[in-house]
């Protein structure tokens, strides 16, 4: 069940960070009549997101023994219809490598956002205890100060961890093959059985990703919401 529920907060959170880019960058567009002003707020917004991406392709493939070239953390052109806010030069490799350094912005992004939910949950479930019949501090400046640095850093990188189509070269057919492989296990009776310590690991991992996704997932719904009230808003005013 959590594979399941997993599975389909990827698929919502993928669709839905492409969404909601499009409209922050759409409003900021309307509000400053600049498409260069806006592109550079819209990379300032999602930095954070930008540095995670590009550094897991850079630090995936060194790991890998595959070398790199410029990394770039800003976008290099501002002509065209679609804008690269980042990128890093990777030498040719096999497909294995290459499909394991283009999606490193997906499963490091993961490990980003789940250590960033349970400091989030950490700090408000420790924070509003009942002590003497008053609730905690979570409330303090610092606390909500925190709270509001998690929560942003959790928007960034969410709307920034997905590869790009330049990142997806090679996967498909080190997709196809992996495929093909497990099919033919699977006829040829071979069977991965996971029991004991390993299963409660694994399901408390996925559990973990569940509430962490989630919590992203509610946060793109809030941004997008508001993003597309005001879309309706400006737009008969451009008419």
Not at 11 to 36: A, D, K, P
């Amino acid at each position: 069940m959590n594979l399941l529920l997993l599975t389909t907060e990827l698929v919502l959170l993928y669709f839905l960070s492409r969404r909601v880019i499009q409209t922050v960058y759409t409003v900021l567009f309307y509000l400053t009549r600049s498409r260069t002003i806006g592109i550079w707020i819209v990379t300032i917004i999602f930095f954070p997101g930008t540095i995670v991406h590009e550094l897991s392709h850079l630090f995936t493939a060194e790991i890998l023994g595959v070398h790199t070239g410029k990394l770039t953390l800003i976008p290099e052109s501002l002509e065209g219809t679609e804008i690269k806010a980042g990128g890093v030069m990777i030498a040719e490799t096999d497909p294995l490598r290459r499909t394991l350094i283009g999606l490193a912005p997906v499963y490091i992004g993961i490990v980003v956002l789940t250590a960033l939910s349970y400091a989030l949950s950490t700090l408000f479930f420790h924070g509003t205890n009942v002590s003497n019949g008053a609730y905690g501090s979570y409330w303090s400046n610092t606390n909500i100060y925190l709270t509001i640095v998690i929560g942003y850093l959790l928007f960034a990188i969410s709307n920034s961890m997905f590869s790009s189509n330049e990142d997806m070269k090679g996967v498909l057919p080190f997709a196809i093959t992996a495929a093909i492989f497990l099919i033919a296990g699977y006829f040829a009776g071979l069977r991965v059985g996971l029991t004991g310590e390993l299963l409660t690991g694994l399901n408390l991992v996925t559990t973990t990703l569940v509430r962490s996704l989630g919590i992203v997932v509610g946060v793109n719904l809030i941004v997008l919401a508001a993003t597309s009230l005001f879309l309706s808003i400006l737009s008969p005013r451009k008419k």
